[in-house]
């Protein structure tokens, strides 16, 4: 912010120059990266940002990264599920896909099913 000015007059400041500024609401903002790990931001600010004709978006939030298999399974939820079962990695992985992904029926279809 700069000093002395108020947010009324950055907002017609911002107008006068083109800037248009939106929040926008959201739960959480996920980016893919190209060598297949994710950003994950919770519990963010987002702000979109049009000047000149030109897009774009500002996002704080709380910030961690995961990977992800070739398979598009993230490694965090199938240790998880190892931890919670006891199984290996590839019953975990396999639960995960059998599921599409839901970790709590994942754990319990491996609970359910004790012969590994």
């Keep these: 912010m700069i000093p002395g000015i108020d947010i009324k007059q ?14 926008v609401n959201a739960i959480k903002v996920i980016i893919e990266k190209d060598d297949g790990n994710r950003i994950i931001i919770e519990d963010p600010s987002v702000q979109r940002i049009v000047m000149q004709g ?7 939030g709380k910030v961690r990264e995961e990977q992800i298999t070739k398979e598009g399974i993230n490694e965090e939820d199938i ?3 190892m931890e919670k079962t006891g199984r290996s ?3 975990a992985k396999k639960a995960l896909e059998e599921t599409q992904g839901d970790i709590a029926e994942a754990i319990i279809n491996l609970s359910n099913n004790e012969n590994p």
């Excluded at 950055?10 to 929040?23: A, F, H, S, T, Y």
């Excluded at 030109?54 to 704080?60: G, K, L």
């Design 89 to 91: 990695r590839e019953d």
């Design 10 to 23: 950055m907002q017609r400041l911002m107008n006068q120059m083109g800037i248009k500024q939106e929040e």
């Design 79 to 81: 240790s998880i599920i």
């Design 54 to 60: 030109q897009e774009s978006w500002q996002i704080t």
